[in-house]
Each structure stands twice: as C-alpha cells, then as structure tokens.
C-alpha cells in the first residue's frame, strides 16, 4: 500500500470513527461507516439496531442504503467502504450484492467477521463478485472505541443492579 492510500484510508476511517460516537452517543454499539467514490461521499451511516427496532440496522447497511438512495442504483460500482469494525455476514452479503469494489475496515471481529476473520464471504470464490479487503485501518483507535463502549455499558449494568438491590430491600 502506498503512502498516499495509507492517508486516504486513515482519513476516511477517521470520518468513520466520528460516526461511530454518534452511536454511542445513542446507546448503540459504536460502529460507523461511511461509503464513498473518489472523493465523494454516497452514504453514510452508524449503528441504529437498537433505536430503529431493526436488527439489519448495522452502520454499514445504512451508509448502502443511504448510497443506493442518492445514486438511485442499488449498483454501488468503484466504491469504497469505510468502516469501524469487521462486517457481519448480513453487511457482507450486502457488499457483494452491490457490487461494492473495496471495503476498508478498522478492528477485526473475531466472533462474527466476515471479511476474513471468521469466514470470507466478501471474498468468497464461489461467489459472482469479489470485494477486495484491507483490515487493521486505524485498528487501536476502533478497538479502544468498542472496548471502552461495553466497559462502560457494563458497569452502567452494575450500578442499575445495585440500586434495583437497594429499592428492593425492607
């Protein structure tokens, strides 16, 4: 990888990160994503499951949503997707499906990584399109994000027991 594709990727997965706090800001599991074409932005998106009731609502499905709707294709040609965490098989499926050109992606998911960690649907052989993968953009700063997220969310769990103890004592 260049130098010059070194910055444009950390560049883009930095917009990604701020849309990842936007989730967490919601109470969602911090993942952001964005969609572009050369220096273009065709969507964007971060995750909404929880609020929206939608278990497809993952930050990826919503920037190709959002990038179908401004094109007005669901042909998502010489695309590049930026975005926080691995995608699950689901946001996979949908990369292919829209025959998005690249993904780009910052921490692995070891647990449901489909672009390489767990299983490769992105780049699966049998498969009409293939999707080429970079992992590990900014990999620290995606990982610290997630891992403070449910760090903090566990310890909100905590203190939600503790005063349900405490109501509930005679």
Known sequence: MTDSQQ???????NKALGLAQKAWDEGEVPVGAILIKGDDVLGQGWNRSIGHHDPSAHAEMMAIREAGQHIG?????????????E????????IVHGRIGRVVYGAADK????????MDI??????????SVTGAVLEEACSTLLSDFFRWRRAQKRAERKNEQTLNRP
């Open 7 to 13: 910055q444009t990727d950390e560049y883009w997965m």
């Open 73 to 85: 294709n669901y042909r998502l040609l010489d695309t590049v997707l930026y975005v926080t965490l």
């Open 87 to 94: 995608p699950c098989a689901m946001c996979a499926g949908a």
């Open 111 to 118: 647990k449901t990584g489909a672009c390489g960690s767990v």
């Open 122 to 131: 992105a780049r699966h052989p049998a498969l009409n399109h293939q999707v």
